[in-house]
């Protein structure tokens, strides 16, 4: 699934360049401390166990989004989580959040068949032992509509994307942006918007897929998501999962 790549038309970056900048719930973010975000897209088996352990010396929890239906196979990021996985990384207080049942393409489907595709993939953890309705949500591949940014049931508490820069001031909480942790010169890019948050006292979203020694191109090798987090503590960072951290913003 994930070697699927959305359209790259001119027509197709001038709407999703119009989707990410049009606030649908717009907010001003303001915190006493800066916070990290740790995520995990699609989480393969390697997220939910490497990935939980090194979060786990830091003394941090993250967020997994979940794709139901990508349970249990195998994909271009190795074998994708369980249900015991799921039970598992929840009780130990890691936040499990909706990433669609089917992995498609938002901004490629009607807004209608994308909540029914959440519904179906919030009664899927349901069954796999998940005890709660997910809060926040991500995008698969990062692509949403202005349509469905609009219909999002306000359970949802927010929605994440993957264009870059920082969570302070003035935000949209159905258009969150975050750091990718993969890809050529994205850790360097990764650090420097660290180093901006810690100044800025703002809220940092990391994401990756798989984490192990020889990661996939969409993954982090634990070394460095180990050294990223040991950066962000060292800077006083809070590394908390992401519906905690929104609940640290100031009223």
Request: charged share 20%.
């Amino acid at each position: 699934m994930l070697a699927y790549a959305p359209p790259r038309t001119l027509a197709a970056k001038v709407k999703r360049r119009l989707t990410q900048w049009r606030a649908a719930r717009p907010v001003v973010l303001r915190f006493d401390e800066p916070i990290l975000s740790i995520c995990f897209d699609d989480f393969p088996r390697s997220a939910a166990h490497e990935g939980a352990a090194i979060l786990a010396r830091h003394g941090a929890r993250g967020t997994y989004y979940a794709a139901a239906d990508m349970a249990d196979k195998d994909g271009p990021c190795g074998q994708g989580f369980s249900a015991a996985d799921i039970v598992r990384l929840a009780e130990a207080g890691h936040e499990i959040g909706c990433h669609t049942f089917s992995h498609a393409d938002c901004a490629t489907r009607d807004a209608f068949d994308t909540l029914t595709d959440i519904a179906a993939n919030r009664d899927a953890l349901r069954a796999m032992g998940l005890t709660h309705a997910p809060v926040a949500l991500a995008y698969p591949y990062g692509e949403s509509t202005n349509e469905l940014k609009d219909a999002l049931p306000p359970r949802m508490r927010s929605a994440r994307g993957v264009l870059r820069g920082l969570n302070v001031g003035r935000a949209d909480l159905a258009q969150l942006r975050a750091a990718p942790l993969f890809g050529a010169g994205a850790l360097s890019a990764a650090y420097d918007a660290l180093r901006q948050a810690a100044k800025r006292t703002a809220w940092l979203i990391a994401f990756t897929h798989d984490v192990s020694d020889t990661p996939s191109a969409w993954g982090t090798s634990g070394a460095d998501l180990d050294l990223f987090l040991s950066a962000a503590r060292k800077l006083g960072f809070h590394i908390l999962p992401v519906t905690s951290a929104l609940e640290r913003a100031r009223p």
